[in-house]
């Protein structure tokens, strides 16, 4: 009897271990790991894109110097599903390398080593709004590229975010 309570309460130990891994948003070497831009937990690997609930959708695609572009994350419409993380980064759609830098707001933490924004906080999220600012020397195109983790074990990776429709 003494074994299986050691056991249990080592499982719920590990459980507990595994809600609360980087509440605080990625670490910086997220950028650089062998699986970049994706959570290092453990065996969870991500989920099938076809199954992702989430929407990632920037108001620009093409910028100017210093420009701002908004960048959102969201459930589908037809869903009402929470998020608890999520790690962005910004890339150069010609050449794919890491351009700009973002806005810290409230709940979130920049990786400016990387163009990287992340979570600061592992509450759940119904949505994000991010601003992400354009280089002073340079225009081109941007895309936004990133996680969005329901919860631990359970997260989408290699999102590319959509461009909003332009209103006429």
């Known amino acids: 009897m003494k074994d299986r309570f ?65 960048v959102v994350i969201y459930p589908h419409s037809d869903q009402s599903t929470v998020f608890r993380g999520f790690f962005l980064q910004a890339r150069d759609a010609n050449s794919n390398e890491w351009i700009g830098e973002w806005v810290q707001s409230e709940n979130t933490k920049t990786i400016p080593e990387c163009s990287a924004i992340t979570h600061s906080d592992n509450r759940d999220k119904l949505g994000a709004k991010l601003i992400w600012k354009a280089p002073q020397n340079k225009r081109g195109h941007v895309y936004f590229t990133g996680t969005v983790l329901q919860e631990y074990g359970t997260f989408w990776s290699d999102i590319v975010n959509k461009v909003q429709a332009e209103r006429p």
């Open 6 to 70: 050691k056991w249990l309460s080592l499982e719920l130990l590990l459980l507990i271990g595994a809600a609360v891994a980087f509440p605080d948003g990625a670490p910086a070497d997220t950028c650089v790991k062998q699986r970049a831009n994706q959570p290092n937990h453990g065996k969870a690997r991500s989920q099938p894109a076809h199954s992702n609930p989430y929407e990632v959708v920037a108001d620009a695609q093409s910028y100017h110097p210093g420009q701002q572009i908004s």
